[in-house]
């Protein structure tokens, strides 16, 4: 049973996220890909206007600027918010890409890529996490997520951005929302985030 969404921007995103939520929490959670951004930003609108179940909408902030990262959470939260009506909704920004989550762990990437990282590629993956992981990567994204082991998966759950939707979704499983119920879902996420 469907209990909430989570909406991406792109095939990778989703079968990456699918893998690393725990299953308790992916099994009840339908996972939709937009064909873009945008897209994914219209979708996670219309679930929640139409299904009037919980939204996670999950896009990339292409970018590492502090001030033009919570202008777009603030413009993403207003959008979703708008179609809510009361349904708990959360927009997630990845910095500045999906991919980071793989740079948790220099030791793991390195082991999964085979290379040794250099100086230069750990101190700029921060800013182009994509284009470093396509550079050392022998395998396509997908082929690499299919080779992943427990442990692995392991550490790249405890990447902050993995573990705030997980929280996310439990929150969101637990609480009671009642459409046009804004006020009740505002003080229940202030719970959420301070948890």
């Known amino acids: 049973m469907t209990r909430a969404y989570i909406v991406t921007k792109g095939q990778?995103?989703?079968?990456?996220?699918k893998l690393l939520l725990p299953e308790n929490l992916a099994r009840d959670t339908s996972?939709?890909?937009?064909?873009?951004?945008?897209?994914?930003?219209?979708?996670?609108?219309s679930i929640l206007a139409v299904k009037q179940l919980p939204v996670a909408l999950v896009v990339d902030a292409n970018t590492v600027n502090e001030q033009a990262i919570c202008e777009r959470r603030d413009f993403l939260r207003e959008l979703l918010?708008?179609?809510?009506?009361g349904v708990p909704c959360e927009a997630f920004l990845a910095i500045p890409?999906?991919?980071?989550?793989?740079?948790?762990?220099q030791t793991l990437l390195e082991r999964i890529s085979g290379e040794k990282m250099t100086q230069a590629q750990?101190?700029?993956?921060?800013?182009?996490p994509k284009e470093i992981l396509l550079t050392i990567l022998e395998e396509t994204p997908e082929r690499t997520l299919a080779t992943l082991d427990s442990e692995a998966i392991r550490i790249l759950q405890r990447y902050p951005l993995v573990l705030e939707i997980?929280?996310?979704?439990?929150?969101?499983?637990?609480t009671r929302y009642h459409p046009f119920g804004r006020q009740q879902v505002q003080a229940n996420r202030r719970q959420w985030?301070?948890?």
């Not at 890409?97 to 762990?105: A, K, L, P, T």
């Open 12 to 17: 990778w995103d989703t079968a990456l996220l």
């Open 97 to 105: 890409e999906i991919e980071i989550v793989f740079f948790h762990d």
């Open 31 to 45: 996972f939709v890909t937009g064909s873009g951004s945008y897209s994914a930003q219209s979708i996670a609108r």
């Open 81 to 85: 918010h708008q179609a809510a009506a």
């Open 122 to 128: 750990w101190s700029t993956f921060r800013f182009h």
């Open 166 to 174: 997980g929280q996310f979704l439990e929150w969101a499983a637990k």
């Open 193 to 195: 985030i301070a948890v």
